[in-house]
């Protein structure tokens, strides 16, 4: 279901109710059969094959609209909602992983569906009658961020970044800071704001905040990580305050790093918690926390997720956990599906990675050519549904003329999905030759060369939209080679 149409659906509900008042059924009664029912529609849905994670908050919301609210009010240690354009579903595991190091028994959204339906759902299936879960951790589309917040009254609600992103679906920039901010003013008081100081359209929030709720900001000083790639995509270029182009002492990718604004003098704001050293090729990362440097093994690629577990940390903080937590929860944190997760094949790994816009495609690519590896396959899947967002036109954005040469000199690519073609092209004019492209719109046919390839000895990556990456879990499923989203 499309975000606009799920929201005039809950809109309608609100406005209508169930009609069980009118019966004199209480609201005790409501949640308890909207519970029993919506259990039993996600019991019958992933029967018949499909996968469950909309249809029991659907169904629960017709039945007691609000029941989001109604079920997370009581959690002891409130609720946290992740959001931004980039990095919320690895950052919301980093962040679980963390709280579990403290006994803490979490409602997630751990399939990833981040709309009002799958926030609905995870507290359905998950908020038990006998004992209660401590928290709720949602990752939570930036659309949604404004109504979730309304209903759940964050503890924690966590920022990102903002990059264009689906402008079919968001509009501009400024579209999508709005409805976080939004989002921000429902925080409870005595709540944080966890913010990527970094990004200078993430830190300008923090400027005002409501009554009592505080910031936290995080981000890198990482002086040698700062190569400054991308910068022509870079989406926030001046200062929130003024308007005056930005300067940068250290950028990290697109418009991240530790900026001044020489017009009215804002700058980045101080952090409190950091990225101090990341030697990710020996799996080591240094964060400081609380004033300690933690020294955690970390053997992820690229410096995004670096950010992300930076990000996780800041929550962390944010909820009052220790510095021991963080670094037990970030050593024992293994990632998503689709978020540079490694596939370990009969011969060699296969590495996952979601593509959706320009500056993750870049940072994305800019791991890729960190690897040794002398012969690689990549498979580019593109598709154009509503989720992936209809305009492809950003694949023009990322800087595939900057990364092609970097890859190595024995590249094989295969490109699939509705826009497959489209994709070919762009690699045509980045200069990649027409032998070491292959083209077909069937995944599976894409797929099966791929991996293929991989056996033959290839350093294997797969990088999917939202769409084509939910196709590709499932034909990797039937091979034994993933657990279904709900087992992970």
């Not at 949602?138 to 609600?157: C, G, I, K, M, Q």
């Not at 940072?363 to 990549?378: E, G, I, T």
């Amino acid at each position: 279901m499309s975000l606009e149409r799920e929201n005039l659906v809950h809109s309608a509900d609100d406005a209508r109710g169930t009609g069980f008042e009118a019966k004199g059924v209480s609201l005790a009664m409501r949640v308890w059969l909207a519970v029993l029912i919506g259990r039993l529609a996600g019991w019958v849905s992933r029967l018949a094959g499909f996968g469950g994670s909309a249809l029991p908050g659907l169904v629960a919301n017709r039945l007691a609209p609000g029941i989001l609210g109604t079920l997370t009010a009581g959690l002891a240690e409130g609720a946290a909602l992740v959001t931004g354009t980039n990095g919320k579903t690895s950052t919301s595991g980093m962040a679980a992983a963390m709280l579990g190091q403290q006994g803490w028994r979490l409602v997630r959204n751990r399939a990833g569906a981040n709309l009002i339906s799958g926030l609905t759902t995870a507290v359905v299936e998950q908020v038990g009658w006998a004992r209660r879960p401590d928290a709720a951790l949602f990752e939570t589309d930036e659309a949604t961020v404004p109504r979730a917040a309304a209903l759940v009254h964050p503890r924690v609600l966590l920022v990102t970044n903002f990059f264009r992103d689906q402008l079919d679906r968001y509009g501009e920039l400024a579209t999508t800071i709005s409805l976080v901010e939004r989002g921000l003013a429902a925080l409870r008081p005595g709540g944080t704001a966890v913010l990527n100081a970094d990004d200078p359209a993430v830190a300008g929030l923090g400027t005002d905040l409501p009554e009592g709720v505080l910031p936290l900001y995080y981000g890198l000083e990482l002086p040698a990580a700062g190569s400054g790639e991308g910068y022509d995509t870079a989406d926030a270029r001046l200062c929130p305050r003024c308007g005056t182009p930005l300067e940068y002492r250290t950028r990290y990718y697109a418009h991240l790093g530790d900026y001044r604004c020489p017009g009215c003098g804002w700058e980045r704001p101080p952090l409190m918690v950091a990225a101090v050293a990341a030697d990710l090729a020996a799996g080591l990362l240094r964060l400081r926390v609380r004033g300690e440097v933690l020294a955690v093994p970390f053997r992820l690629p690229g410096v995004y997720n670096v950010y992300n577990a930076t990000a996780a940390a800041a929550l962390a903080v944010a909820w009052g956990l220790p510095a021991t937590a963080v670094a037990a929860g970030l050593e024992r944190f293994r990632p998503a599906f689709g978020r540079m997760e490694p596939l370990p094949l009969t011969k060699g790994t296969a590495w996952v990675a979601l593509v959706k816009n320009p500056a993750g495609f870049n940072q994305v690519l800019a791991a890729v050519a960190s690897d040794p590896a002398p012969a690689k396959a990549v498979l580019v899947a593109i598709n154009d549904r509503y989720a992936d967002g209809r305009d492809v036109s950003w694949l023009w954005d990322v800087d595939f003329e900057h990364w092609v040469p970097r890859l190595g000199a024995d590249v094989r690519w295969w490109v699939s999905g509705r826009r497959a073609r489209d994709m070919a092209v762009r690699l045509k004019y980045a200069g990649v030759e027409r032998a070491q492209v292959t083209v077909t719109e069937d995944a599976g046919r894409a797929l099966a060369a791929a991996l293929a390839a991989a056996g033959s000895g290839r350093a294997l990556y797969i990088l999917p939209t939202y769409t084509a990456l939910l196709e590709l879990h499932r034909r990797l499923r039937q091979q034994g080679l993933v657990r279904h989203f709900r087992e992970g």
